[in-house]
């Protein structure tokens, strides 16, 4: 089935440090999508990237599909400890025709020290 | 609108009871799905729907059952509970399979 690997799986940054997680798949992905969870909360939906080499931001955040399609990552700029969470990247199933059926990565434990 | 309701929001259950967690949505989504939460292991696919009457199976169904009489309720059955599924639960609704609302989610603990 499908697999996302998401790395890393924690990162400690000071507040004002910038912060990357990545995500990779054996196999080309019709999309991918960024979900953010604060501590004992649940994933809320950032963003959804679908076409090779996509870049979007949303204020501080810069989401980046790859050429291939086969990975994709997530840069906050000048980390605050509003960002503090875990940090998820989701794909459809193989060849992107199971609709619903999404794989989610491992997720990025994300610290921010004030 | 409430969004994606699941209730209850902490459980207790011995090994072997069943039970059913229940979730509701009030945005006429068609696609709905169940996962689980465990330290280390993200969020993995239980079971999924792409409309009333309709499901499958994710990547781990074992020990689970689902319906979906309509579009609004997707119902976890918990067959015989076990310790391995010990747990937080999450119900997820979309309008189109690609971007979910989750609910609040429920922490189910076996003993």
């Known amino acids: 089935g499908q697999q996302v690997m998401q790395i890393p799986q924690y990162q400690h940054v000071q507040e004002g440090e910038d912060f990357t997680t990545y995500c990779n798949s054996s196999t080309t992905l019709s999309n991918i999508q960024w979900y953010k969870q604060r501590p004992g909360g649940h994933p809320v939906f950032l963003i959804q990237l679908v076409k090779s080499g996509e870049v979007k931001k949303q204020k501080r955040l810069t989401f980046q599909f790859g050429e291939a399609k086969k990975n994709s990552s997530l840069h906050i700029t000048a980390t605050q400890t509003t960002d503090v969470g875990t940090y998820f990247c989701?794909?459809?199933?193989?060849?992107?025709?199971?609709?619903?059926?999404?794989?989610f990565g491992q997720g990025t434990i994300l610290t921010v020290h004030p | 609108n409430a969004g994606v309701t699941q209730t209850p929001k902490f459980q207790v259950l011995k090994t072997g009871q069943s039970m059913t967690l229940q979730c509701a949505q009030d945005?006429?989504?068609?696609?709905m799905s169940w996962y689980r939460q465990d330290p280390g292991m993200g969020l993995r696919l239980i079971h999924y729907s792409v409309g009333a009457g309709i499901t499958d199976q994710g990547e781990v169904p074992n020990g689970y059952n689902v319906s979906r009489s309509t579009t609004e309720d997707f119902p976890l059955r918990l067959l015989s509970a076990a310790p391995s599924q010990t747990s937080v639960y999450f119900c997820?609704?979309?309008?189109?399979?690609?971007?979910?609302?989750f609910g609040s989610g429920t922490r189910l603990t076996v003993v």
């Open positions: 997820a609704s979309s309008p189109t399979g690609l971007d979910y609302t």
């Open positions: 989701a794909a459809l199933g193989a060849g992107g025709t199971s609709y619903g059926k999404l794989t």
């Open positions: 945005m006429n989504h068609e696609y």
